[in-house]
């Protein structure tokens, strides 16, 4: 900063929005210093006494559970600038880094808590840190594949006339990086971190109660409480828990979705696609304060200065490469060959030690029967969403506030309200192979709603006229004119539903009210016991299975039906 | 003024009355203030072997007028008889076609063509007959089996018209069917339907036509009604004196246009007497009916007055021709002149468009200047803009949220137009230095240079 800029700088006059803001400011600081003094102490001796089911404790409890989903937003957001970003840039290493990103995605993420558990609290012994460390890094497997795979598609997809344009200017690669493709990627960055923060807030949720084999903790959060109430069979504590936890999510959605999506909208590169919504409250606020304001804009300025730095050669810069690329792609195909041979040998060999044909066939049945019940839950979802979906959607007032209550609903942690189902089901002994199946969908249904809707809204009207004219009317309306406009949402919406279904078997296979115990067959519930049990072998196994499966059925149903819905079902 | 009809009343015709609309309104209600009239006091009728254009401007109501004929709209007041009996609904015998073809992507030609018999219930074998006949009269023959996204506009559009012609409706509505096409498709698809109608080969009685295009219009049709906007009634009624086929070039039919040309500009005056010779610029109301302005922007108003200065117009020139040597559509041409009308730059006068001194000024002058003359020119005609800048002056920090404005223009407009009538006079004030605007807070504000 020059002295030339002084005397503008003290004209600003703090005003009352400005008292708020920062007010605001200094309380989060507080909440933020005191939850991380509590993440360095050591594991207290009885892990039961931490939680208390007395609804007072329950703020804090929600301000610890939300700083988690934070921290490990910050750690996908690192891990996207970075994973994704090397993977888009380097031929060679997109090769390896997406195919492994596409397999990691398929994981059921539950499943990751048996080895992250056993690796974080061995870094840090006896200390809380350890098992947080775990629960953050669970939340921030939910989030980072989805996202970095929405960065790298917007880094490929970057219009070549403004990267020709950039390279005129002579910007060197971090410029380029900072002016143009940041900025392109962030609409769609922000759409799937949204999407992502939604999935995380059920994993947070689950992590929280951290039984593996003998180790047991119970991190301070609303999760944990939940399950100190199941365990206590407290069903007010639940409704408590599940009024907070509305609460979060309610502020979560004023205080940063809404204002974020609409600061993003601003770097929209096709006009008309966004939906033109009044801006939210807060950033109208912000935009009020003086003082605020006045720091926003330094620090976006150094942000921006920091985006300019001349990093990296100049496009006018004489390359020569020291080594012919034909040669370095014959070396790095080899090096990829060996490793995947080496790593293929040695699953062969773990494999073939520790696990029977028998167990494995097993395994693999279980596999079908959780697919069949995702399946029937997904048309079941369907038959339910579809016709009302379409309903909600062809008025646009209906549909502006079903988006919003989809969206919202989305983002609740369905497992909140879990015990709930259970108690139902222990009071009226129902089966729990057909009972416990709903619980999947209960929170990724809103996926299917949410698509059908926008489907619906965005159905082109002439067309709407054009059957109305010609009389078309009943199920010939259904079969010709709706449902063909609505498939592509219709494939989208149930493919990410499926997707949270498969991660969800883990959670909703197996269930608890105080010392019973129900369970239904499948391959999320052998996920579950073998879990609690510390069977990492189990574990893994089945781990492995419901990525094979998942995989399997992207690859062969829901790919080729979007491919085909994309070239028959689009309005151009 | 404008209601009176220009001609006298044209001579009954032989036909059977098809529709009869009696006194129709559209009104949109409107949260704020008064309805919004979109049409108000429209009687016409059509009858059996002619064919009738609608003619006016985008956004005068025509294609609206069309949504209530085809019963795809009930209409606020009034009624529509239809073949003696009242309208309910979308009634058989009513075909439409549509701008934007409106074919459904999934279906294929014959599929899309057979879905208006496929709602009727006729069998199979039947359909797959008058399918195919009505794809082989309008040219398609061959095209079966493709998709609409395999075909080119024209194409699409034929589509559109088979499918409506192929359940033989009595009355084919067509909604500005040329108007998504290039001039040279536009042109040959136009003609095939006049031959194919004055062969009498298609099973049509009558056909109703909204257009924006008034060669079109003089080319197709047997009767035109002129609509004047806000709100949308037919203004003049006139019989087209030709037969079929029609000569574009023919001394008559060039006088014809030329005549319909001169009857659209006739309009009253925009801006009053008061509002001219209002001494005190801080307490101008806004009038009731301040004027929807199109999505204008300044350097086409600018090129469009040093076109009109030019060699070989020297400031005035007959409509058509203008239209003709800018490449420019009536739709767009009508706006650029009554904006320039509006600003005090032209004047518009029976089919011809003349610049003003101040106009001439304005072209001949360097760009400060002319952002001065544009400036005073804005302040001076525009009431909008004199209540925004009084009240940017009286306001300490200099800064209005445009919201206000808005909801002041859509006492008299739609919020559409509301919208696009603040954009358009933000872009010409910026241009001439008078406010400016904060997109990203919604905000009216003079900056150091606009004070």
């Keep these: ?572 | 003024m404008m209601q009176q009809p220009d001609t006298a009343p044209p001579p009954p015709k032989s036909g059977t009355e098809l529709v009869r609309i009696i006194n129709c309104r559209q009104a949109y209600h409107k949260e704020s203030a008064t309805d919004l009239v979109v049409l108000d006091g429209v009687n016409l009728s059509i009858r059996s072997g002619e064919i009738v254009g609608l003619l006016g401007r985008s956004g005068s109501g025509k294609s609206t007028l069309l949504r209530i004929i085809a019963g795809l709209l009930p209409p606020t007041a009034g009624e529509v008889i239809w073949k003696g009996k009242k309208l309910e609904g979308p009634a058989d015998g009513i075909s439409m076609v549509f701008q934007s073809f409106a074919l459904f992507p999934w279906l294929t030609v014959q599929k899309n063509v057979e879905l208006g018999l496929e709602a009727k219930g006729v069998p199979m074998a039947e359909r797959h007959k008058l399918a195919e006949d009505a794809i082989g009269l309008i040219g398609l023959g061959g095209y079966e089996n493709a998709y609409p996204k395999e075909l080119s506009g024209g194409m699409r559009q034929r589509v559109g018209l088979a499918r409506a012609l192929v359940v033989h409706p009595d009355l084919l509505l067509m909604d500005e069917p040329f108007s998504a096409l290039d001039v040279l498709t536009a042109e040959n698809l136009r003609t095939d339907l006049v031959e194919l109608w004055a062969e009498k080969k298609l099973p049509i009685q009558s056909i109703l036509l909204v257009t924006h295009n008034i060669e079109e219009a003089v080319l197709m049709c047997d009767r035109i009604l002129i609509f004047s906007s806000n709100p949308g009634r037919v203004a003049y009624e006139l019989q087209v004196p030709f037969e079929h086929p029609r000569n574009r070039e023919d001394a008559a039919f060039r006088q014809f246009v030329d005549r319909i040309y001169a009857l659209m500009t006739r309009r009253a005056p925009v801006v009053s007497e008061a509002d001219m010779t209002d001494p005190d610029m801080k307490h101008v109301q806004i009038t009731a009916d301040a004027v929807a302005l199109p999505a204008l922007p300044i350097n086409t108003i600018v090129g469009m007055m040093e076109t009109l200065a030019a060699d070989p117009l020297h400031g005035r020139a007959d409509l058509p021709l203008l239209a003709s040597r800018l490449q420019l559509e009536l739709d767009d041409l009508f706006p650029l002149g009554e904006s320039l009308q509006l600003l005090g730059f032209a004047e518009l006068e029976d089919g011809d468009i003349m610049l003003t001194p101040e106009g001439m000024r304005f072209v001949q002058s360097e760009h400060d200047t002319r952002k001065n003359i544009l400036w005073h020119s804005m302040l001076h005609n525009i009431p909008m803009v004199r209540t925004i800048r009084a009240v940017l002056d009286e306001r300490p920090n200099h800064r209005a949220s445009a919201e206000r404005f808005r909801d002041e223009l859509e006492d008299s407009m739609s919020p559409d137009y509301a919208r696009q009538t603040l954009q358009t006079l933000i872009g010409w004030a910026r241009y001439a230095e008078l406010f400016d605007f904060d997109e990203e807070a919604d905000q009216l504000f003079l900056d150091d240079e606009t004070e």
């Excluded at chain 1, 410029?175 to 999935?199: C, D, H, K, Y």
């Excluded at chain 1, 301070?220 to 979060?248: C, D, H, K, T």
């Excluded at chain 1, 073939?352 to 048309?379: D, E």
Aim: hydrophobic share 55%; aromatic share 12%.
């Design chain 1, 1 to 572: 900063m020059t002295d030339g800029s002084l005397p503008g700088n003290l004209r600003v006059r703090p005003n009352v929005p400005d008292l708020l803001g920062l007010l605001a400011i200094m309380a989060g600081a507080v909440i933020v210093a005191t939850a991380g003094r509590h993440m360095l102490v050591p594991i207290p001796a009885s892990e039961a006494g931490t939680i208390h089911l007395n609804p007072a404790w329950l703020p804090a409890y929600a301000v610890r559970t939300t700083l988690r989903m934070f921290a490990a937003l910050a750690a996908s957001l690192v891990f996207t600038f970075t994973y994704a970003v090397w993977a888009a840039k380097s031929r060679r290493a997109g090769q390896v880094l997406i195919p492994l990103l596409d397999i990691l995605q398929s994981v059921p993420i539950l499943g990751f808590l048996t080895f992250t558990v056993v690796f974080f609290l061995g870094l840090f012994p006896g200390r809380m840190m350890g098992a947080e460390l775990a629960a953050i890094f669970t939340i921030f497997t939910s989030q980072a594949w989805n996202m970095a795979f929405a960065m790298y598609q917007a880094l490929r997809t970057v219009p070549p006339d403004l990267e020709e344009a950039a390279l005129c200017f002579g910007l060197t690669p971090w410029q380029r990086f900072w002016r143009l493709e940041v900025p392109f990627a962030i609409p769609s960055l922000v759409w799937n971190t949204m999407i992502s923060m939604s999935g995380g807030w059920f994993m947070v949720v689950y992590s929280e109660t951290i039984t593996v084999g003998n180790t047991d903790i119970a991190l301070p959060g609303i999760g944990s409480y939940v399950g100190v109430a199941i365990e206590q069979r407290n069903i007010w504590a639940i409704f408590y828990a599940i009024a907070a936890m509305l609460a979060v999510i309610l502020a979560y959605d004023q205080l940063l979705f809404r204002p974020v999506v609409a600061w993003s909208a601003r770097f929209q590169t096709d006009e008309g696609t966004t939906l033109a919504a009044p801006d939210p409250w807060v950033l109208t606020l912000l935009r009020r304060t003086h003082l605020l304001r006045q720091a926003c804009l330094r620090l976006g300025g150094m942000m921006t200065r920091i985006g300019w730095l001349p990093l990296g050669p100049r496009p006018s810069a004489p390359r020569r490469p020291l080594v012919p690329s034909r040669l370095l792609d014959s070396a790095w195909i080899a090096a990829l060959a060996v490793c995947a041979i080496t790593i293929g040998w040695k699953t062969w060999a773990y494999a073939s030690t520790h696990y029977t044909a028998g167990q494995m066939l097993h395994v693999t049945m279980l596999g079908g029967v959780t697919l069949a019940r995702v399946m029937v839950t997904v048309i079941v979802a369907s038959l339910i969403w579809v016709p009302l979906g379409i309903w909600l959607g062809l008025s646009p007032r209906r549909a502006r506030r079903a988006q919003m209550a989809a969206q919202f609903m989305a983002a609740f942690p369905a497992n909140l309200f879990f015990p709930l189902v259970v108690v139902v089901i222990v009071r009226w002994h129902l089966n729990s192979n057909i009972w416990l199946t709903p619980l999947m969908l209960l929170g990724t249904q809103w996926y299917i709603l949410f698509n059908i809707v926008a489907g619906a809204s965005s159905y082109p009207g002439d067309l709407l006229e054009a059957a109305k004219n010609f009389h078309v009317r009943g199920w010939l309306w259904w079969r010709r004119v709706m449902l063909p406009g609505i498939t592509p949402y219709f494939i989208t919406g149930a493919l990410t539903a499926s997707g949270g279904a498969w991660n969800a078997a883990i959670a909703t296979e197996v269930a608890s009210w105080g010392d019973t115990t129900l369970s239904a067959n499948g391959l999320g519930a052998y996920i579950a016991h073998a879990t609690v049990a510390g069977a990492t072998d189990q574990v893994g196994l089945g781990m492995a299975i419901m990525a094979a499966f998942v995989l399997l059925l992207n690859r062969a149903l829901w790919r080729p039906l979007s491919n085909y819905a994309a070239r028959h079902y689009t309005f151009d």
